[in-house]
């Protein structure tokens, strides 16, 4: 057994032991989730409109309640919610798994999520664009009726194009008619290209060229120069010029033309290297979320919000 797959095994084997130990012999426990009962329109003199609730709530609540009257049913332990957090927990180790190596946790963890993801995104587009602005369209009275009473809409008939062209891209599905779906994935690929071209060109290109079209004599709001600001825009400007020699490849870069080449590549350079660490801080910050988590709602170690007995 190599060396790496020895530590990784003893590793978890710690790891099982601890969660054990957590589990079974803490006096606090570990990954619990309770809920408080809350009563929506308690004012209503019809009960059955009388809904109720169930909110989180912290664990030093849950004991408060129940050392106050233990027959208490206001506070009560979430079995749903508890293994969610235990399901969440599993699957970011699992997924962490693959810092040794590709495993058949972390491939069930990727294909979960995959397959859930898929799953949410073609209800909520089902819910939010087939319905409301297609057979809403088509069928107002109809989608009235079962899936979104009061909507407001009127028969447009020309929405009848993309039923057809929807139908068309189901198509793919046929081996014998897979054919048919070019047409309409043609159309979706022309328009989007279009559409995104035009945004790009608004959002993008020419706000950059407006954004650098400044004056180097920068003023305060009294009227008085702005050093500081000045010199940003004479470095903005000079940054811009140098970067815009760089990839002007008509002329060799040499004399004049070649050092304000490299000047370009030093900004370009400072430009990457900061869009990369802004990259790998918002990482960071989504594994420190994860640990938190781990630490926190699952394992207890960690109280920040005061939220446990422990922290009182």
Do not use: C
């Not at 000045?230 to 811009?240: F, K, P, W």
């Amino acid at each position: 057994m190599k060396r790496e797959t020895v530590i990784w095994v003893i590793l978890l084997v710690i790891g099982g032991l601890f969660l054990m130990g957590r589990l079974f012999f803490s006096d606090q426990g570990m990954g619990k989730v309770y809920v408080q009962a809350v009563e929506i329109n308690p004012d209503d003199p019809v009960p059955e409109h009388r809904w109720i609730r169930y909110e989180n709530a912290d664990p030093k609540e849950y004991k408060q309640a129940m050392d106050e009257n233990p027959n208490q049913t206001e506070f009560q332990l979430s079995i749903s919610r508890t293994i969610g957090i235990w399901v969440a927990a599993f699957f970011t180790l699992f997924v962490l798994s693959f810092l040794y190596r590709d495993n058949p946790f972390y491939k069930i963890a990727e294909s979960v999520v995959v397959g859930v993801s898929a799953g949410y995104w073609m209800v909520v587009g089902f819910w939010t664009t087939i319905i409301p602005n297609l057979l809403g369209k088509l069928f107002p009275v109809w989608i009235n009726s079962w899936a979104m009473p009061g909507l407001e809409a009127s028969r447009e008939l020309m929405y009848i194009f993309p039923l057809i062209l929807g139908i068309m891209l189901l198509m793919r599905l046929s081996p014998k008619g897979a054919w048919i779906s070019r047409w309409p994935l043609a159309f979706i690929i022309g328009t989007t290209a279009g559409i995104r071209l035009i945004g790009f060109l608004h959002a993008d290109f020419l706000t950059q060229i407006r954004n650098t079209i400044i004056t180097i004599w920068a003023t305060d709001p009294s009227g008085a120069f702005d050093f500081w600001g000045s010199l940003r825009s004479l470095v903005l400007i000079i940054g811009v010029l140098a970067a815009i020699v760089y990839f002007f490849f008509s002329i060799e870069h040499k004399g004049i033309v070649g050092k304000t080449a490299k000047l370009g590549i030093w900004f370009l350079m400072i430009t990457f290297g900061a869009a990369f660490g802004y990259t790998v801080m918002g990482r960071i910050a989504l594994l420190a979320i994860r640990m938190e988590f781990l630490m926190d709602d699952w394992l207890w170690l960690i109280d920040p919000a005061l939220k446990r007995t422990f922290g009182m």
